[in-house]
Protein backbone atom coordinates (compact mmCIF):
# COMPACT_ATOMS: atom_id res chain seq x y z
CA UNK A 1 0.00 0.00 0.00
CA UNK A 2 1.30 3.45 -0.85
CA UNK A 3 1.34 6.42 1.25
CA UNK A 4 -2.13 8.22 1.14
CA UNK A 5 -1.42 12.09 1.94
CA UNK A 6 -4.36 14.22 3.15
CA UNK A 7 -4.46 17.71 4.44
CA UNK A 8 -6.63 20.42 5.20
CA UNK A 9 -7.20 23.51 6.99
CA UNK A 10 -10.14 22.10 9.24
CA UNK A 11 -10.72 22.94 12.71
CA UNK A 12 -12.59 22.00 15.47
CA UNK A 13 -15.17 24.65 16.25
CA UNK A 14 -13.35 24.99 19.28
CA UNK A 15 -10.19 26.17 17.99
CA UNK A 16 -8.48 22.62 18.37
CA UNK A 17 -7.10 21.13 15.24
CA UNK A 18 -9.37 17.83 13.87
CA UNK A 19 -7.55 14.66 15.38
CA UNK A 20 -6.26 16.51 18.71
CA UNK A 21 -8.05 15.11 21.84
CA UNK A 22 -10.23 17.42 23.45
CA UNK A 23 -9.35 16.01 27.05
CA UNK A 24 -5.11 15.94 26.38
CA UNK A 25 -3.12 19.63 27.69
CA UNK A 26 -2.67 21.73 25.36
CA UNK A 27 0.79 22.66 24.79
CA UNK A 28 0.22 26.16 26.03
CA UNK A 29 -0.75 24.97 29.14
CA UNK A 30 2.10 24.32 31.70
CA UNK A 31 2.93 20.82 33.09
CA UNK A 32 2.65 20.16 36.64
CA UNK A 33 6.43 18.66 36.66
CA UNK A 34 9.77 19.85 37.74
CA UNK A 35 10.12 23.56 35.75
CA UNK A 36 12.82 24.48 33.91
CA UNK A 37 13.35 28.28 31.97
CA UNK A 38 11.71 31.16 32.82
CA UNK A 39 8.64 29.57 34.72
CA UNK A 40 8.37 27.01 31.99
CA UNK A 41 7.66 23.62 33.10
CA UNK A 42 9.30 20.82 31.22
CA UNK A 43 7.09 17.80 30.95
CA UNK A 44 10.93 15.69 30.36
CA UNK A 45 11.51 15.82 33.74
CA UNK A 46 10.51 15.82 37.08
CA UNK A 47 7.51 13.91 39.55
CA UNK A 48 5.10 11.48 38.54
CA UNK A 49 6.38 11.48 34.47
CA UNK A 50 7.36 8.02 34.87
CA UNK A 51 3.64 7.24 36.03
CA UNK A 52 2.09 9.43 32.99
CA UNK A 53 4.47 7.64 30.48
CA UNK A 54 3.13 4.25 31.93
CA UNK A 55 -0.59 5.20 31.37
CA UNK A 56 0.05 6.68 27.49
CA UNK A 57 1.91 3.31 26.87
CA UNK A 58 -0.99 0.77 28.35
CA UNK A 59 -3.72 3.08 26.31
CA UNK A 60 -1.52 3.04 23.31
CA UNK A 61 -0.70 -0.62 23.35
CA UNK A 62 -4.38 -1.21 23.46
CA UNK A 63 -4.97 0.48 20.59
CA UNK A 64 -1.85 -1.48 18.82
CA UNK A 65 -3.97 -4.80 18.92
CA UNK A 66 -6.38 -3.17 16.88
CA UNK A 67 -6.01 -4.62 13.14
CA UNK A 68 -7.40 -1.24 11.92
CA UNK A 69 -4.90 1.01 9.61
CA UNK A 70 -3.94 4.41 10.36
CA UNK A 71 -6.63 6.73 8.65
CA UNK A 72 -5.40 9.97 7.24
CA UNK A 73 -5.44 12.89 9.25
CA UNK A 74 -6.58 16.06 8.87
CA UNK A 75 -4.08 18.91 10.21
CA UNK A 76 -2.82 22.61 8.42
CA UNK A 77 -0.35 22.60 5.29
CA UNK A 78 2.82 22.89 7.16
CA UNK A 79 2.23 19.46 8.84
CA UNK A 80 1.32 16.90 6.67
CA UNK A 81 0.41 13.35 7.39
CA UNK A 82 0.35 10.02 5.40
CA UNK A 83 -0.86 6.74 6.52
CA UNK A 84 0.45 3.60 4.95
CA UNK A 85 -1.03 0.87 6.83
CA UNK A 86 0.03 0.88 10.57
CA UNK A 87 2.66 3.54 9.79
CA UNK A 88 2.21 7.41 9.23
CA UNK A 89 4.72 9.57 7.66
CA UNK A 90 4.69 13.11 9.44
CA UNK A 91 6.20 15.63 7.41
CA UNK A 92 7.22 19.35 8.88
CA UNK A 93 7.28 21.01 5.65
CA UNK A 94 7.97 25.21 6.01
CA UNK A 95 10.34 24.85 3.63
CA UNK A 96 11.21 28.97 3.29
CA UNK A 97 11.85 28.47 7.10
CA UNK A 98 14.05 25.85 6.26
CA UNK A 99 11.45 24.00 8.59
CA UNK A 100 12.03 25.49 11.72
CA UNK A 101 9.38 25.58 14.44
CA UNK A 102 7.44 28.07 16.03
CA UNK A 103 4.47 27.57 18.67
CA UNK A 104 2.08 26.90 16.40
CA UNK A 105 4.16 24.52 14.25
CA UNK A 106 5.21 22.62 17.96
CA UNK A 107 1.41 22.46 18.26
CA UNK A 108 0.25 21.20 14.83
CA UNK A 109 3.21 18.61 15.09
CA UNK A 110 2.63 17.32 18.73
CA UNK A 111 -1.26 16.91 17.27
CA UNK A 112 -0.08 14.94 14.53
CA UNK A 113 1.79 12.12 16.64
CA UNK A 114 -1.36 11.86 19.09
CA UNK A 115 -3.36 12.12 16.26
CA UNK A 116 -2.17 9.21 14.31
CA UNK A 117 -1.60 7.06 17.54
CA UNK A 118 -5.16 7.31 18.40
CA UNK A 119 -5.49 6.56 14.62
CA UNK A 120 -4.00 3.12 15.02
CA UNK A 121 -0.06 3.86 13.80
CA UNK A 122 1.97 1.26 14.97
CA UNK A 123 5.36 3.21 13.81
CA UNK A 124 5.65 7.05 13.14
CA UNK A 125 8.75 8.28 11.14
CA UNK A 126 9.11 11.88 11.17
CA UNK A 127 11.03 14.02 8.62
CA UNK A 128 11.75 17.37 6.83
CA UNK A 129 10.31 18.45 3.61
CA UNK A 130 13.00 19.92 0.85
CA UNK A 131 16.84 20.25 1.90
CA UNK A 132 16.51 20.22 5.68
CA UNK A 133 14.87 17.86 8.45
CA UNK A 134 14.35 21.00 10.86
CA UNK A 135 17.08 24.23 11.26
CA UNK A 136 15.78 24.59 14.59
CA UNK A 137 13.68 27.20 16.28
CA UNK A 138 12.35 29.79 14.79
CA UNK A 139 14.07 32.78 16.14
CA UNK A 140 11.84 35.32 15.79
CA UNK A 141 9.79 33.82 18.73
CA UNK A 142 12.13 31.41 20.36
CA UNK A 143 13.03 34.00 23.17
CA UNK A 144 8.89 33.67 24.63
CA UNK A 145 8.11 31.16 27.47
CA UNK A 146 5.00 29.88 25.27
CA UNK A 147 7.87 28.67 22.76
CA UNK A 148 9.59 26.66 25.42
CA UNK A 149 6.64 25.14 27.07
CA UNK A 150 5.50 24.33 23.18
CA UNK A 151 8.73 22.58 21.99
CA UNK A 152 9.48 20.77 25.30
CA UNK A 153 5.50 19.43 25.03
CA UNK A 154 6.26 18.14 21.91
CA UNK A 155 9.21 15.99 23.16
CA UNK A 156 7.52 14.75 25.65
CA UNK A 157 4.74 13.87 23.46
CA UNK A 158 7.56 12.32 21.14
CA UNK A 159 9.25 10.68 23.95
CA UNK A 160 6.22 8.91 26.05
CA UNK A 161 4.42 7.58 22.37
CA UNK A 162 3.90 4.12 23.19
CA UNK A 163 4.97 3.04 19.50
CA UNK A 164 8.45 3.28 18.44
CA UNK A 165 8.95 6.92 16.07
CA UNK A 166 11.90 6.92 13.61
CA UNK A 167 13.22 10.24 12.42
CA UNK A 168 14.09 10.33 8.96
CA UNK A 169 16.77 12.76 8.67
CA UNK A 170 16.70 14.36 5.23
CA UNK A 171 19.05 17.34 6.19
CA UNK A 172 20.72 19.20 8.86
CA UNK A 173 19.06 18.86 12.42
CA UNK A 174 19.94 22.13 14.34
CA UNK A 175 18.93 22.81 17.92
CA UNK A 176 15.38 22.13 18.05
CA UNK A 177 16.10 19.83 14.78
CA UNK A 178 18.68 17.72 17.18
CA UNK A 179 16.03 17.23 19.85
CA UNK A 180 13.67 16.38 17.78
CA UNK A 181 16.17 13.77 16.91
CA UNK A 182 17.18 12.98 20.31
CA UNK A 183 13.35 12.65 21.53
CA UNK A 184 12.61 9.82 18.38
CA UNK A 185 13.60 5.78 19.03
CA UNK A 186 15.48 4.88 15.92
CA UNK A 187 17.57 7.63 13.35
CA UNK A 188 18.18 7.24 9.73
CA UNK A 189 20.36 9.51 8.06
CA UNK A 190 20.30 10.63 4.70
CA UNK A 191 23.46 12.37 2.41
CA UNK A 192 23.86 15.93 4.48
CA UNK A 193 22.30 14.94 8.01
CA UNK A 194 23.97 16.88 10.57
CA UNK A 195 23.70 17.80 14.52
CA UNK A 196 24.08 21.16 15.91
CA UNK A 197 23.32 22.89 19.46
CA UNK A 198 24.67 25.97 19.18
CA UNK A 199 22.66 27.78 22.32
CA UNK A 200 26.30 28.90 23.27
CA UNK A 201 26.40 31.17 20.51
CA UNK A 202 22.99 32.77 21.06
CA UNK A 203 23.06 33.11 24.63
CA UNK A 204 20.40 30.54 25.14
CA UNK A 205 20.08 26.99 26.55
CA UNK A 206 18.94 23.34 26.24
CA UNK A 207 17.06 21.85 29.31
CA UNK A 208 19.11 19.00 31.45
CA UNK A 209 16.87 16.42 29.36
CA UNK A 210 18.62 16.98 26.36
CA UNK A 211 21.71 16.89 27.75
CA UNK A 212 21.76 13.72 29.57
CA UNK A 213 20.05 12.18 26.38
CA UNK A 214 22.67 13.35 23.80
CA UNK A 215 25.38 12.15 26.56
CA UNK A 216 23.66 8.81 26.73
CA UNK A 217 22.98 8.15 22.72
CA UNK A 218 25.67 9.89 21.08
CA UNK A 219 28.60 9.69 23.73
CA UNK A 220 30.52 12.47 26.13
CA UNK A 221 32.80 13.56 24.01
CA UNK A 222 30.37 14.70 20.92
CA UNK A 223 27.79 15.94 23.56
CA UNK A 224 31.17 18.45 24.69
CA UNK A 225 31.77 19.66 21.15
CA UNK A 226 28.46 19.94 20.06
CA UNK A 227 27.79 22.32 23.66
CA UNK A 228 30.81 23.25 24.39
CA UNK A 229 32.23 24.16 21.49
CA UNK A 230 29.29 24.27 19.32
CA UNK A 231 30.13 22.36 16.44
CA UNK A 232 28.15 20.78 13.93
CA UNK A 233 28.57 17.23 13.40
CA UNK A 234 27.54 14.66 10.87
CA UNK A 235 26.07 11.51 10.85
CA UNK A 236 29.36 10.05 9.62
CA UNK A 237 30.69 11.82 13.02
CA UNK A 238 27.69 10.92 15.16
CA UNK A 239 28.07 6.50 14.51
CA UNK A 240 26.12 5.73 17.68
CA UNK A 241 23.23 8.52 17.30
CA UNK A 242 22.71 7.45 13.42
CA UNK A 243 21.42 3.87 13.29
CA UNK A 244 21.06 3.39 9.62
CA UNK A 245 21.89 5.28 6.77
CA UNK A 246 19.77 5.85 3.64
CA UNK A 247 17.49 7.91 2.59
CA UNK A 248 13.47 8.21 3.19
CA UNK A 249 12.50 5.08 1.76
CA UNK A 250 14.93 3.11 4.13
CA UNK A 251 13.16 4.62 7.14
CA UNK A 252 9.89 3.70 5.74
CA UNK A 253 10.84 0.17 4.89
CA UNK A 254 11.69 -0.21 8.36
CA UNK A 255 9.41 1.17 9.84
CA UNK A 256 6.62 -1.22 7.99
CA UNK A 257 9.06 -3.97 9.34
CA UNK A 258 8.58 -2.78 13.03
CA UNK A 259 4.77 -2.58 12.27
CA UNK A 260 4.44 -6.41 11.99
CA UNK A 261 6.15 -6.67 15.26
CA UNK A 262 4.20 -7.20 18.35
CA UNK A 263 2.82 -4.01 19.43
CA UNK A 264 2.45 -4.28 23.56
CA UNK A 265 6.26 -5.92 23.38
CA UNK A 266 7.54 -2.64 21.88
CA UNK A 267 5.10 -0.25 24.34
CA UNK A 268 6.62 -2.84 27.18
CA UNK A 269 10.24 -2.53 25.68
CA UNK A 270 10.14 1.33 24.76
CA UNK A 271 9.08 2.08 28.39
CA UNK A 272 11.53 0.34 30.42
CA UNK A 273 14.44 1.37 28.11
CA UNK A 274 13.47 4.78 28.88
CA UNK A 275 12.13 4.32 32.57
CA UNK A 276 15.77 1.94 33.25
CA UNK A 277 18.26 4.27 31.32
CA UNK A 278 16.14 7.44 31.45
CA UNK A 279 14.84 7.87 34.95
CA UNK A 280 13.99 10.97 36.56
CA UNK A 281 16.24 13.05 36.91
CA UNK A 282 17.44 13.31 41.00
CA UNK A 283 15.27 15.68 42.69
CA UNK A 284 17.96 16.53 44.91
CA UNK A 285 19.71 19.95 44.86
CA UNK A 286 22.07 18.72 41.77
CA UNK A 287 18.65 18.81 39.68
CA UNK A 288 17.90 21.98 41.65
CA UNK A 289 20.76 23.96 40.74
CA UNK A 290 20.55 23.02 36.91
CA UNK A 291 17.36 24.08 36.53
CA UNK A 292 18.00 27.28 38.50
CA UNK A 293 21.13 27.77 36.30
CA UNK A 294 18.84 26.93 33.00
CA UNK A 295 16.60 29.47 34.14
CA UNK A 296 19.31 32.16 34.52
CA UNK A 297 20.65 32.00 31.38
CA UNK A 298 17.11 33.01 30.12
CA UNK A 299 17.20 35.87 32.54
CA UNK A 300 20.86 36.89 31.83
CA UNK A 301 22.25 39.98 30.42
CA UNK A 302 23.84 37.80 27.63
CA UNK A 303 20.13 36.56 26.61
CA UNK A 304 19.29 40.03 25.85
CA UNK A 305 22.45 40.86 24.37
CA UNK A 306 21.65 37.81 21.60
CA UNK A 307 18.31 38.67 21.01
CA UNK A 308 19.32 42.20 20.35
CA UNK A 309 22.19 41.08 18.30
CA UNK A 310 20.09 39.00 16.01
CA UNK A 311 17.73 41.87 15.70
CA UNK A 312 20.99 44.69 14.89
CA UNK A 313 22.65 42.12 12.10
CA UNK A 314 26.20 42.07 14.10
CA UNK A 315 27.67 39.44 16.39
CA UNK A 316 27.01 39.23 19.99
CA UNK A 317 29.24 40.22 22.85
CA UNK A 318 28.83 37.90 25.41
CA UNK A 319 30.49 39.32 29.25
CA UNK A 320 28.97 36.20 31.41
CA UNK A 321 26.27 38.12 32.95
Known sequence: ???????????????????????????????????????????????????????VYRRGAQRGRSRRSAQPVSLRDVITTAADGAVALIEIDRQPRRNALDIEHCQQLDAAVTASIDAGARVLVLTGAGSAFCSGADLDGVHSTEFLAALYHLLHTLVSAPVPVIAALNGPAIGAGTQLALAADLRVAGPGAGFALPTARLGLAVDPWT?????????????????????????????????????????????????????????????????????????????????????????????????????????????GK
Open 1 to 55: MGLVEHVTGEEHPEGVPIGYPKHAERADQPVDVQGVGVGVENPLLGAGAQDRRRD
Open 211 to 319: LRRLTLIAGGGAARRMVLACEQLSAEQLPALVDRGGELSVALDWAREIARLAPLTLAYSKRVLNDVLEPDLDPGAAAERHAAEFRACFASADFAEGRAARAERRPPVFR
